[in-house]
C-alpha cells in the first residue's frame, strides 16, 4: 500500500526513470540515486545565490535576512552548515553601502549579535 501511495505521489516522467521494486524502502533508494547529483548541484545554486544575494531596499529587511538564513538552513540540511557568528557577518556583507554607520558600529562592539539581534537591529536601522 505505501509503495502504491509514493509511487501516485511522483510524476510520470520521473517515475518512469526509476527502477521498479516490490518493496517501499528499497524504491525509496531508488529515488534517492536519481538525485544524488541533483542536491549537490542545488547546494551550488544556493551557495552561488548566498554570495550574490544583496539587499535592494525595496522588499525589507527582515525578509532579506530570513531568505538567506533560509538559504542557510538548507545548506545544513546538505551537511553543509553555517555557523551563526558566520551568517550574521556575511548578512551584514549584503547591505548596501548607506548601512557604513551601522555596519561600523556593529564591527566596534565587543558582543557578537544573534540572528534574533540583527534581525531587531537591522529592522530598527531600516525604520529610521
Not at 41 to 59: F, P, Q, W
Not at 103 to 108: A, C, E, G, L, Q
Amino acid at each position: 500500500m505505501c509503495l502504491m501511495v509514493i509511487k501516485n505521489s511522483i510524476s510520470v516522467a520521473i517515475r518512469g526513470a526509476i527502477p521498479d521494486s516490490e518493496n517501499a524502502k528499497t524504491y525509496l533508494e531508488y529515488v534517492e540515486e536519481q538525485f544524488k547529483g541533483t542536491s549537490k548541484a542545488h547546494a551550488s545554486t544556493l551557495i552561488l545565490k548566498m554570495l550574490t544575494s544583496k539587499y535592494d531596499g525595496v522588499s525589507g529587511i527582515r525578509e532579506h535576512i530570513m531568505k538567506m538564513s533560509d538559504m542557510s538552513n538548507k545548506l545544513k540540511s546538505m551537511d553543509m552548515e553555517i555557523s551563526e557568528g558566520f551568517l550574521v557577518h556575511f548578512i551584514m556583507t549584503s547591505l548596501p553601502a548607506s548601512y557604513g554607520p551601522f555596519k561600523i558600529n556593529y564591527n566596534t562592539q565587543k558582543e557578537k549579535w544573534t540572528m534574533s539581534e540583527l534581525i531587531a537591529m537591522c529592522v530598527q536601522e531600516e525604520e529610521r
